[in-house]
């Protein structure tokens, strides 16, 4: 196929399913453990139909990084500078969880890749996410020196959202195993992140 031409809808079809199929793959068995033949298995392809679309096990790793990597930014982003400080920081924390909630198998493929030393992402986190991360962190740190919010560390509390909402992906086997099958881990976790937040970021009223 030449460069410039269009994919047909079954090349769009077979790169979506060897994407799928990665995905499954990697976030079970992370990037070592995962193999060309697994994956192609996973896709319904043979492995030299797969290596059509991907040359190597790393293209398919680096491809889902990538696009995970700007699906993980998005909530960040939406936070609006203009708006009320504490209902943009309550909905970011909503969002997050509910990115981890409805694609847990992006956030463990994201979380190995950083126990790895993100070796295929470092670039990417010291440059896209490392601006991002700044630019919302000064916003923050403005309402908080203009009395909107409680005074406390931008980079950290940002790093807290991170923590406390992925945490019910990433362990989620762990909670539900705590909680029981008859409680709903993402439900109370949303109204226990919300109180824990509103709390720590409310000002203290002067007597």
Known sequence: MAKDE???RIQRD????IRE?????????GFRGATVDEIAQAAGLSKPNLLYYFATKEAIYTDLLARLLKAWLDPLRALDPEGEPMAELLAYVR?????ARDFPRESRLFAGEILR???LMGADLSGDLRRLVDARAGVIAGWMATGRLAPSDPHH??????????HYADFEVQVRAVLGDVRDPWAEAERHLVTHFTRLLTPLVAI
Request: proline share 6%; aromatic share 8%.
């Open 14 to 17: 077979r790169r979506r399913r």
């Open 21 to 29: 199929a990665g995905l499954e793959v990697f976030s079970a068995k």
């Open 157 to 166: 509390l940002i790093f807290s959202i991170w923590a406390l909402t992925q």
């Open 95 to 99: 969002r997050k969880l509910h990115l």
């Open 117 to 119: 030393g993100a070796p």
């Open 6 to 8: 269009a994919p047909t």
